[in-house]
């Protein structure tokens, strides 16, 4: 398959998982309250996106696999200054996203305090089946909103990866403005801040 590049919209339906009664929404402080006084914990299957409390899907097989292979796959490529983490929280100003892989500047230690922020974010790597519509929607729209630079969908479903770049930021539909599809064949140029270190075979990420 040939890379083809295309700017992008969020489906019709990617509004879908916002509820139509009345809620309560959470800000991303009063989401950290709640962790301190034990009213979630990290074995909850929740995370904060957009304000809303969201259930993550459980991951099958396949999902954890990609997971792993992604990630070791990255941290053979990543220069000093930068480090690999899988399903960890980021914070932004309106979410806490748990993506299945990120790459983040600096050390472990450096976060010992708090959760990376998106400028401290090279890339995030969502691994989709079952959960593609949220990964392609609500996910790609929390990571445009903050301004990641570069957010990659492992698709299981297509057996392809998702290569979205040039993120609006705030906008009343945030979204990112380019998108490559790279098929198994392919090989995904990994950046980070716009310096290529090398790059990553489709295949060779797929189950």
Not at 103 to 128: I, K, M, S, T
Not at 165 to 188: H, K, L, M, N, V
């Amino acid at each position: 398959m040939t890379a083809t590049s295309q700017p992008i919209s969020p489906p019709a339906e990617s509004d879908a998982s916002v509820p139509t009664v009345p809620i309560f929404r959470l800000t991303v402080a009063q989401y950290h309250a709640m962790a301190r006084a034990g009213i979630l914990n990290e074995d909850d299957p929740v995370e904060l996106l957009e304000g809303w409390l969201v259930q993550k899907m459980t991951k099958n097989r396949p999902h954890s696999l990609v997971t792993g292979l992604v990630g070791e796959a990255l941290r053979r490529l990543l220069p000093a200054g930068w480090y690999v983490d899988s399903q960890e929280p980021i914070t932004t100003a309106e979410s806490e996203p748990e993506p299945d892989v990120i790459v983040v500047r600096g050390q472990r230690r450096d976060y010992q305090d708090r959760h990376p922020g998106p400028q401290e974010v090279a890339l995030v790597v969502e691994v989709a089946d079952s959960s593609l519509r949220d990964d392609q929607g609500l996910k790609k729209a929390v990571y445009a909103r903050a301004g990641i630079a570069v957010y990659w969908i492992a698709n299981l479903v297509d057996r392809q990866f998702e290569v979205y770049t040039e993120p609006s930021g705030p906008a009343d539909r945030p979204d990112y403005q380019q998108c490559r599809i790279y098929g198994p064949s392919e090989a995904i140029p990994v950046a980070l801040d716009s310096v290529e270190v090398g790059s990553l075979t489709v295949g060779e990420l797929l189950p």
